[in-house]
């Protein structure tokens, strides 16, 4: 569906309870996903629906299932199965706030590990809706402890996660101790066979619910992601507004509230900046528009709503810092920039979860979205200059300086001090409140670019590297460690120039570093034993298979040394490694 027919909540026939509660948070419009499930679902009707994480289908199954609650009724009628403890606290957590204005609603989170003497208690005290893993729920229909003879909805909730856990099963045993006639929903990002199986069996006539994803190309806009980690969004973004050469920016969030949140945070941090969203007036959001047209406005925080169709030339950046529930509201956010034939950079912030998200982007756009490293503390710093020497061209251009000059010479003469020291001191008291170099809290981040080379094709990589060979060292990001900690135990210890070591990769649990081949067994025995931050580095050849996933992914992140000679990332003797050598391992206690 796309975003200009997509109706309202109100047109949605949900509770008013729901709709007020809508209102509180902030929601705009329903996601596509919202609009096409919430109707079926308020009828009584299944649905076989294919989403993933972050299009807002918690919200899309809770609200109609809250809507049609008997509040009567103290005992579970909601059933939903998630396959991680994490998601069952998220959707409880999002179910609880969906709930607000029903009274006395209870939703209990079940999951393994959880004390069960209290979730027993709670459950004794009834609740209306349960979240949580098929195997604790298992536990308690043995136990007799939970009883689903009254529900009304079942909830399959990531079924493709649930099969590769090995959950399907569990999922079919629970809905045997379900009554026949009660509506059943399932969820998957994706459709392998074992699912569409389930789905064939336990739903009856369900409607269907794909969230396409539309293709488009996008040519004149660079796209890059920053991967959030280590540091809070705001942060993020004000280093990016710092470094960039910025003209005018969108940046996008979710919600009506986080518009006007943003826009302040922004305001008090020193970029001009205002909110845009459907609670304003049609006069007030044409006269932001105009601010943001005639420069006098620099930044305008949007739902996707109130951006739609936006069209000013001066766009240079559109930063996603939610991101958005589909790959056309993807589209249609980062097309108001590139506009009149100009350049435009689109920038999205993916959190670890929403990284499917980012897949089926890249899909859409039949683009590949480049992972971006922060701004350094040098680039911040160069680009402070800069503008300080702007800043003085300028007012040396414009103003009339006769008062200044004549008193820096009385204070020359005065004090018996070089223009150079006066100059520079009054250089410093100028940037004082805001230093032109950042202070020691400004947090490096590892470079985690994933450069032209990294994305192509292994072949043509490897040629050049013929010497070379991969080996998997056992620490990780996880443990703290950065290339020039690897680079300073290998050299030291495997006694090979640091010149020799090549690109290395960090990932979350182990590392990849390219080493001369055939590299003699003394020396590999001997850096099988060598300790960097805690961890042996038990090196052997890469196998060129990674069992985990999330490493994986991590590999579009790799840190690139660069071939032998090159000394990005590591500097001999520009930063001291801190590796340590020592005895067993201690034990933990
Ligand atoms: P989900 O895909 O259910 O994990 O939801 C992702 C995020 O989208 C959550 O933070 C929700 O609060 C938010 N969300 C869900 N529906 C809407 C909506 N209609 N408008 C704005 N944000 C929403």
Redesign the pocket.
């Given at each position: 569906m796309s975003e200009e027919n997509s109706p309202s909540?109100k047109d949605l026939n949900l509770a008013p309870a729901l709709l007020k509660v809508?209102n509180t948070?902030?929601?705009?419009?329903?996601?596509p996903?919202?609009a096409q499930s919430i109707p079926p679902l308020l009828e009584g009707r299944d649905l076989l629906g294919q989403?993933?994480?972050?299009?807002?289908?918690?919200?899309?199954f809770c609200l109609p299932l809250l809507s049609r609650l008997n509040p009567k009724l103290k005992v579970p009628q909601i059933l939903v199965l998630t396959p991680t403890r994490e998601l069952a606290l998220?959707v409880a957590e999002?179910m609880q706030t969906y709930a607000r204005h029903l009274k006395d609603f209870q939703v209990l989170p079940v999951y393994g590990g959880q004390n069960m003497g209290q979730q027993l208690r709670q459950l004794q005290r009834g609740v209306q809706a349960i979240v949580g893993t098929p195997g604790r729920i298992q536990d308690h229909l043995r136990r007799g402890t939970l009883k689903l003879d009254k529900l009304s909805c079942v909830v399959i909730d990531e079924a493709d996660e649930m099969l590769k856990m090995g959950f399907i099963d569990d999922v079919e045993q629970i809905l045997t101790h379900v009554p026949e006639d009660h509506q059943t929903s399932l969820f998957s990002a994706t459709m392998p066979k074992e699912v569409l199986n389930v789905a064939r069996k336990h739903l009856k006539n369900p409607i269907e619910i794909r969230i396409k994803s539309k293709t488009s190309t996008v040519e004149k806009i660079t796209q890059h992601f920053w991967q959030v980690k280590g540091l809070h969004k705001l942060d993020a973004l004000t280093r990016i507004l710092e470094a960039e050469e910025i003209d005018g920016m969108l940046i996008f969030v979710?919600?009506k509230v986080a518009t006007v949140e943003l826009a302040e945070k922004l305001e008090a941090r020193g970029f001009s900046s205002a909110a845009l969203n459907g609670d304003m007036t049609q006069m007030l959001r044409e006269k932001t528009v105009e601010r943001l047209k005639d420069g006098s406005l620099d930044i305008v925080v949007a739902?996707d709503v109130a951006a739609r169709g936006l069209d000013v030339k001066r766009i240079s950046h559109v930063i996603n810092y939610?991101i958005p529930?589909d790959t056309e509201a993807y589209i249609h956010r980062i097309g108001r920039t590139g506009r009149a034939g100009r350049e435009g950079k689109a920038i999205l912030f993916v959190a670890p979860r929403e990284k499917r998200m980012l897949a089926a982007i890249e899909r859409a756009t039949r683009q590949p979205i480049k992972a971006m490293a922060l701004p350094s503390r040098k680039d911040i710093t160069s680009r402070r200059i800069n503008l300080f020497k702007e800043q003085i061209s300028s007012a040396m251009e414009s103003e009339d300086m006769e008062f200044f000059e004549e008193l820096i010479d009385e204070y020359q003469s005065e004090y018996d001090i070089g223009h150079r020291k006066i100059a520079a001191t009054l250089a410093f008291l100028l940037q004082k409140e805001r230093p032109l170099n950042p202070d020691e809290t400004f947090v490096e981040e590892v470079r985690v670019e994933r450069p032209e080379r990294d994305t192509a094709p292994r072949r043509e990589r490897k040629t050049g590297d013929e010497q070379m060979q991969t080996y998997r060292i056992e620490v990780g990001r996880k443990h703290g460690v950065e290339p020039g900690n690897i680079v300073g135990a290998i050299s030291n210890e495997g006694k090979i120039n640091s010149r020799e070591i090549g690109r290395i990769r960090l990932f979350d649990q182990f590392s990849l570093v390219d080493l001369p081949k055939n590299l003699s067994q003394d020396i590999l025995h001997k850096l099988k034993g060598v300790w960097v931050c805690d961890e042996q580095l038990q090196i052997s050849p890469d196998s060129g298979y990674h069992s985990d996933t999330r490493e994986n992914s991590n590999k579009r992140r790799s840190f690139i040394k660069g071939k032998p000679g090159d000394s990005r990332g590591y500097k001999p003797g520009a930063k001291k490694a801190t590796f340590k050598k020592r005895g067993p391992k201690p034990e933990k206690s």
């Open positions: 909540f809508i948070v902030g929601y705009e419009t329903p996601t996903i919202q989403a993933q994480t972050g299009t807002g289908k918690t919200a899309a998220q999002a979710r919600t739902t939610d529930y």
